[in-house]
């Protein structure tokens, strides 16, 4: 997840520390921030566990926070932060890494805009997003 996220949503860490830009950037060392229902089902609620490593895809990550109960994005079991300082892989390559080859957005949508509105605008920005091909 993008280093913001928790103040783009309002909500901190339970436990520990949430993401930081620094955590972002190349060579930073692997940290991850736990998703409540995972913290009580695999590490039983123990709030010793910031700082110790887990592993994901074959590397070690330190855990840095657990998130609340309230904070359930995309129902992930923890989060790690995305780096965006970096060439993207080929679809191949994305695929035999097991790097992410999409995205999710989110928005915050004033009162009064239209759901097709939205959708447009999304619709636009995805457009733009896309290479030439």
Partial sequence: MTT?????????????????EEDALPGSPPVALLGYLYWKTQFHEDKSVIGQTMMVNKQART??????????LFGADFYAPISWNYAEPSRQEAMANGDPIYFYATAMVKRGITSQAVSD?????ANGLVPPS
Avoid: E, K, Q, W
């Fill in 63 to 72: 855990i840095i926070g657990v998130m609340p109960p309230r904070f359930y």
């Fill in 121 to 125: 605008d999304m619709l636009s920005i």
């Fill in 4 to 20: 913001n996220a928790m103040s783009f949503y309002g909500v901190p860490p339970l436990l520990g520390r949430g993401l930081t």
